[in-house]
Each structure stands twice: as C-alpha cells, then as structure tokens.
C-alpha cells in the first residue's frame, strides 16, 4: 500500500507556473504507474497527465500538452507536475495517484487504486 501526499497548489495569475509534488510513502514507489488527475467545480474528475514506473513513458490530456510537464524522481519516492502558461480553466483540485496495474485504464480513474487528498490550483483571469 501506498500514501500520496500533493503539495504546491495555490493561486497565480493566467500565464504563470506552478509546480505541484506528490510524496509517496514507503520503499516501493518505484512500482507504481502514477498519474494526475484534476477536477473543477460542477464536473467529473478528468486525466491530466501519466507517467510509467521507470518515467521513459508520458502522457497527457490534450488540455495540457505542450503546457505541463509530467516526471518523478523515484529516488526521493515523488512525483511532479510542472503547470506552465496556466490557463483560468486550468483551475481545479488536482489529484495524483498510483496503479500496481498493467497500464490498461491509465486515462481513467478506475485504473489507479491510491489516491492523495488533493492541492487547489486557481487560475486568475
């Protein structure tokens, strides 16, 4: 089992950055396909970005290719997610999780078992 903890969320202004972690406890983060998810208020949570255990394979929403930034670091058990040329409809609680799965689902939240509490992003207009 694992526990996933996000951190870096706040607020900042259209066109800015921000960069969000995700710690993982124990010894086996290395394991796990980990991904971020996001929800706004009123709609579903939706996929934002994947990354594979060893970190070679990436994927992402087509919301936030080519603005965010998906890696980890297993060596400190974290994940990141660097958000550039933020956008007012960026603004969500983003999530990160973890799968032991083969990869089948990887865009849904039903193929990830771990999930952490959540960071609040706010992109002001």
């Known amino acids: 089992q694992v526990q996933l903890v996000e951190s870096g969320g706040g607020l900042v202004q259209a066109g800015g950055s921000l960069r969000l972690s995700c710690a993982a406890s124990?010894?086996?983060?290395?394991?796990?396909?980990m991904g971020w998810f996001r929800q706004a208020p009123g709609k579903e949570r939706e996929f934002v970005a994947a990354?594979?255990?060893?970190?070679?394979?990436?994927d992402y929403a087509y919301s936030v290719k080519g603005r965010f930034t998906i890696s980890r670091d297993n060596t400190k058990n974290t994940m990141y997610l660097q958000m550039n040329s933020l956008k007012p409809e960026d603004t969500a609680v983003y999530y990160c999780?973890?799968?032991?799965?083969?990869?089948?689902?990887?865009?849904?939240?039903?193929?990830?078992?771990?999930w952490g509490q959540g960071t609040q992003v706010t992109v002001s207009s």
């Open positions: 999780a973890a799968s032991t799965g083969a990869g089948d689902y990887y865009s849904e939240s039903r193929g990830y078992s771990y």
């Open positions: 124990g010894r086996t983060f290395s394991t796990y396909r």
């Open positions: 990354i594979s255990r060893g970190g070679s394979v990436t």
